[in-house]
C-alpha cells in the first residue's frame, strides 16, 4: 500500500504515525504557570538531541481548536509569554495509569498532579517541580521551540531543552553512570491505546561484530 499524506485526513496521519513509530518512550512533563501552579502531562513524541550540551526535545502537538496545551504555554521561552522551564520525568510502569490520567484536559491551573494522586518534589535547579515518584528527572531549560503549523489543530511544536540538572532515586543509577532498565522499568506508547514494557530485552554489538553473533 502507498500513501500521500496529502491525502490523508490529519486523524488517519495521525494513526499512521503512532501505529508505525513505536515503542515511542513516554516524556512525562512537568512545568509550572507564573503564580507557581503546576502542571504535568505526558508526551510520546519524545527523544534526546546531543549531549553537548545535554539536550532533549519533545512535541506537544496544537490542541484541535489549534491552540497551545498547557504544557506550551508553561515552558515556552520568556521573550513568548512562558516560563522556559520544565522537567521531564521518566514513567514507569508503577504508575502507568496516573500517567494515562494525565492526558484529562484540566482547566489551564488546574493540577494534574492532584487529580491524578501524584507527588511533587521540589527542583533543584528550575521552578517547575519534578514528579516525585520518578526514576529519573531531568531539568530543563527551553532552548528553542520550533513551530511546524502555528494555530492551526494538530500542528506539532518541537520543545527543545538543555538539561541543567538529573535527578535518579536510589538504585537507579550506578557509579559508572549505567543505568539499571529493571530499576527504571519503563514503559512506552504504541498505536491506539496500547503500551509495552521494557522487561523483555537482548544485547547484541554494533557494526560487523553484529551479524557474527547468534541470536535474534
Ligand atoms: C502516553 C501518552 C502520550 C502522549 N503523547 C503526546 C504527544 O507526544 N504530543 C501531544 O501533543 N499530546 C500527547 N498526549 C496527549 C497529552 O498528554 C494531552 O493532550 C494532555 O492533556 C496535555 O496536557 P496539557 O494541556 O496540560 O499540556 C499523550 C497522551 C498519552 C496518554
Known sequence: ??????????QDRYKLMIGAIVPRPIAFVSTCDAQGRA????FSFFAGVGSNPMTLLFCPANTPEGTEKDTLRNCKLAADGGLGEFVVNTVSA????????????????????AFAGLTTAASAVVRPPRLAEARVSFE?????VVRTNPGQPGGG?????????VHAGDGVVNE???VDPAALDAIGRMGGMAYCTTRDRFEMPMGKAA???PGR
Do not use: D, K
Not at 140 to 144: D, G, K, P
Open 1 to 10: 500500500m502507498e500513501f500521500n499524506p496529502a491525502e490523508l485526513s490529519q
Open 94 to 113: 508503577a504508575y502507568a495509569r496516573q500517567m494515562a490520567a494525565c492526558a484529562e484536559p484540566l482547566a489551564f491551573g488546574e493540577s494534574e498532579f
Open 157 to 165: 511544536n518541537i520543545v527543545i531543552g538543555e538539561v541543567v540538572h
Open 211 to 213: 551479524l557474527a553473533t
Open 39 to 42: 502542571n504535568i502531562a505526558p
Open 176 to 178: 559508572r553512570l549505567h
Open 140 to 144: 530543563c531549560r527551553t532552548l528553542q
